[in-house]
């Protein structure tokens, strides 16, 4: 039998596209190899926008080159981002390359591949032969936990960012699909679903005049599954987090009190030339009515520093309003401009010396009240979705509080069970504990 390797780089979305990609392998007839060097089909899921693509997959890929040198059956495969984003240069600037893939069109797969593996055609395609890749087979990770396309694409023009050249305009699946998908999740035991979208909260808009509708109606369709516990979403963008969505979010009870509303910025100058289209009153504005409405709500952001023409004023900003929302968490990027985006043509590039100076301030910042915001659980019981043994210690489980912190702890429980933990400990990212029925034994 022929086997595959996936490697994943990237986003959450990636992950998600990871297991279709594995999925549609395995519809072909091929395996899953152990490691890279044990598969005939190598793909590679790529990434633009946390990292610096072109030298980390070069990197992996000269692994990859030499084992096809060694055994010339050997197929390469890039999909993701990146090879979107390259998709003129792609084979020239990797000549071993075989199939190249962008996101939302691994359905097609099987077309380049062919069955088994067998009678590779070169070739690639792209944006505009996209298909949702909840229609496709997969491969979870795991049994209990799933993501679900709600969307793709993306009608921001966030000025740093390179999604919208690369997985083009948004386009929402219709609710009765979703709504199908989640049903059969449920029906084979998965008990949290994470709704996936580049922007979950403008969910819908384009599906109007047909069907009218919107992410908070979505929320409550999900609710209403039996089986889902928990249902997540990600990411919602500031300017579209309506009313109705944050109603929805407080009186259902399967979705968690978590949102990760990503800030980039606090000054609101920095907000408007990264075209973000909200101010800092109005983010704060929005923390404001979510707390009030869903209390013990944790929430988490990504921001960027040095952005074109941030100044060590505006940075302050961000570091204010860091303070003053006191986040659960934070994903933290040093700006790093994108080809052809808008943002990457602009004067007053900041140099590399003051980006890590701010986001080394910053992630002291982000530390410091995460810890405090985490101390403040000690004492008390969270329920936690079990995933398996701790990473670090195998004498302890991990999981997931509704709040979506990591929780390692001591006790017994199987994977995808729920339980009560007694936390007695807290770190920046994590919690420790004991499992509530085995203190009370
Ligand atoms: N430079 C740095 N960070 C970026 N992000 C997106 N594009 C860039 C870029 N060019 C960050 C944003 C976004 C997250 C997924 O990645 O914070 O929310
Ligand atoms: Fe990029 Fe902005 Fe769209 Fe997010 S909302 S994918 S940051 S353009």
């Known amino acids: 039998m022929r086997r595959y390797h996936v490697t994943t780089f990237g986003c959450q979305m990636n992950a998600h596209d990871s297991e279709r990609i594995k999925g549609m392998l395995e519809e072909l007839g091929l395996g899953e190899a152990p490691s890279q060097a044990d598969a005939d089909v190598l793909v590679f899921n790529t990434c633009t926008i946390r990292e610096k693509p072109d030298t980390k997959f070069a990197a992996h890929l000269g692994h990859a080159v030499a084992q096809k040198r060694a055994k010339p059956d050997t197929v390469i495969a890039v999909g993701g981002c990146y090879a979107e984003a390259q998709r003129e240069r792609l084979f020239t600037l990797y000549p071993d390359v075989d199939v190249a893939f962008g996101p939302g069109s691994i359905a097609h797969l099987g077309e380049w591949l062919g069955a088994g593996g067998a009678g590779v055609s070169r070739g690639r395609f792209g944006v505009d032969e996209r298909s949702f890749a909840g229609e496709l087979p997969m491969h979870r990770e795991r049994s209990f936990q799933a993501w679900v396309q709600i969307s793709m694409g993306c009608n921001s023009k966030c000025a740093y960012c390179i999604v919208p050249a ?19 999740l449920a029906a084979d035991g998965v008990r949290e679903i994470t709704l996936l979208g580049q922007n979950v909260n403008s ?77 800092r009153e109005r983010y704060l504005g929005l923390v404001d009515e979510l707390r009030a409405a869903i209390p013990d709500l944790a929430l988490t952001t990504d921001i960027i520093v040095g952005f074109p023409g941030e100044s060590e004023h505006d940075f ?25 985006t808008e943002a990457a043509a602009m004067a007053d590039q900041v140099p590399e010396e003051v980006k890590r100076d701010r986001i080394e301030r910053l992630i002291d910042r982000v530390q410091r009240l995460a810890h405090e915001r985490n101390r403040a659980r000690v004492g008390g019981v969270e329920e936690v979705l079990v995933e398996g043994p701790s990473r670090t210690d195998h004498a302890f489980l991990r999981g997931r509080t509704r709040r979506n912190t990591t929780v390692n702890y001591a006790g017994s429980a199987l994977p995808g069970e729920l339980v009560d933990v007694r936390i007695d400990d807290a770190t920046s990212t994590t919690l420790r504990g004991v499992q509530a029925v085995a203190v009370a034994a």
């Open 166 to 184: 690369v997985r083009g305009r948004e386009s929402s699946r219709r609710p009765g699909e979703i709504v199908a998908e989640v049903t059969r």
């Open 203 to 279: 969910w819908g808009r384009d599906l109007l005049p047909d069907v009218k509708t919107e992410f908070g109606e979505l929320l409550r369709a999900c609710d209403a599954i039996p089986g889902i516990d928990r249902i997540r979403f990600t990411s919602p963008h500031p300017k579209d987090f309506r009313a109705p969505v944050i109603a929805a979010m407080a009186e259902c009870d399967a979705v968690c009190e978590h949102a990760h509303l990503p800030l980039q910025s606090g000054s609101s100058r920095i907000l408007k030339l990264m075209r973000r289209t909200y101010t």
């Open 316 to 340: 302050e900003h961000t570091l204010e309003v860091v303070e003053e929302v006191g986040f659960d968490g934070a994903f933290t990027f040093v700006y790093s401009p994108r080809a052809g």
